[in-house]
């Protein structure tokens, strides 16, 4: 059988997703990834409605840590089989991780990637979010308190948090958070770094 | 560049989602399914732990109202899946992120034109109720949001698809299938 690059045609009851092309696989991955961590925002959303903002961002930031970004660790490394203990590991996971990496990304079929990972040394990397959805969605809702929860309550101790499960010696640092002046400007800058 | 069946291999900044096989693609989206279920869970149980688990469940509920149109036009747009009948809403199921992630072994299968089976054979989150004696959480799931969730995600493909369980848990062995539903439009 043809490989199938979306399903407007016929129902096939035998059908099997590697019946689909590898763009198609990666929409149906780039989707299911959006649902994910939206429906994280959704909970907020409805809990800062009923609860206001500080009980729902409570119960967020407890829903992530821990169990949320194990979770996450766990259900990226297994299918990818990602080990190790360095930064690169951490990179590797970052770089495939449904609730991050795989959100930011450009349109099909390029799927052009707007996080970047670069290794300076085997003890000191830096990663780029170079476009960010969520910032965006803050930007244009201008819903700075929830930009502030996930820039600054969650992803900065996140990020550390889950670098520290590979290797409790790797230091995060953000260099650049938002919020920023214009849509040209990168949305943060993360440096991950090996203490000796 | 050959094509990566897993990431065990040195990291490479440049790696995009296209360098994987097609296996590690669909291990991936099962896997995002799973982390889409799951936080929906601990957000589930973190409310049922402060606030009770009527209000657990009332939350929940409403979350998936919310929710269940967005899961729909996400997969729907991804694949391209625009007709109105049962055949469109049974394609949508078969390749539906919260089915893939929580139902090993299902299958869809059309009696007519207008009538079409899902069957569920294996389902995760039955398989963890039934280990975890969560006979409340169990109905819950099933009884509330299951029958909500289809017929919401039905009514998006056309308003007149009527949504039936014919079998729904609890079941007296692990040999039975978990449950069955039939998708039917009114003519």
């Known amino acids: 059988m043809d490989e199938l690059n979306d399903y407007s045609g016929e129902f096939d009851p035998d059908l099997r997703l590697p019946d689909f092309s590898k763009e198609a696989l990666i929409r149906l991955l780039v989707s299911a990834s959006k649902a994910y961590l939206g429906i994280d925002g959704v909970w907020t959303t409805l809990m800062r409605r009923k609860y206001g903002d500080r009980l729902a961002f409570d119960y967020d930031k407890e829903v992530w840590f821990p169990q949320g970004l194990a979770l996450d660790i766990r259900r990226t490394v297994e299918p990818l089989n990602i080990r190790g203990d360095d930064i690169a590991t951490v990179f590797k996971y970052l770089q495939f991780s449904p609730g991050f990496s795989v959100i930011y990304v450009g349109p099909p079929p390029e799927f052009e990637p707007y996080v970047s990972f670069e290794l300076k040394n085997k003890n000191h990397g830096i990663m780029t979010v170079t476009r960010c959805n969520s910032l ?14 996930a820039c600054e309550e969650i992803d900065a101790p996140a990020f550390q948090w889950l670098a520290s499960q590979f290797n409790s010696n790797i230091k995060v640092t953000p260099l650049k958070l938002p919020p920023r002046k214009s849509k040209r400007e990168i949305a943060c800058q993360w440096q991950f770094k090996i203490e000796a | 560049m050959e094509e990566l069946p897993d990431y065990s291999g040195r990291l490479k900044s440049d790696l995009r989602m296209q360098d994987f096989s097609k296996d590690a693609l669909v291990r991936l989206w099962q896997a995002a399914g799973k982390l889409y279920v799951g936080l929906d869970g601990l957000w589930y149980s973190l409310i049922r732990e402060r606030l009770g688990e009527q209000m657990a469940r009332e939350l929940d509920r409403e979350l998936w109202k919310r929710a269940a149109h967005l899961e729909v036009r996400r997969v729907r747009e991804a694949m ?12 949508f199921l078969q390749v539906d992120l919260g089915g893939g992630a929580i139902w090993p072994d299902f299958e869809c299968e059309m009696k007519d034109r207008n009538r079409g089976i899902l069957t569920i054979r294996r389902c995760l989150g039955l398989e963890y109720y039934e280990r975890h004696g969560e006979t409340t959480l169990q109905k819950h799931a099933c ?10 995600a039905a009514r998006l493909f056309n308003p007149n698809i009527k949504v039936t369980p014919l079998k729904l848990p609890p079941r007296k062995s692990p040999e039975e ?4 539903w039939e998708f039917k439009l009114k003519v």
Request: negative net charge.
């Open chain 1, 136 to 149: 965006e969605y803050f930007e244009r809702h201008k819903d700075s308190p929830l930009q502030k929860l």
């Open chain 2, 80 to 91: 391209n899946i625009w007709g109105e009948d049962v055949a469109s809403v049974l394609k």
């Open chain 2, 143 to 152: 009884e509330v949001l299951d029958v909500e969730g289809f017929e919401d």
């Open chain 2, 177 to 180: 299938i978990a449950c069955q």
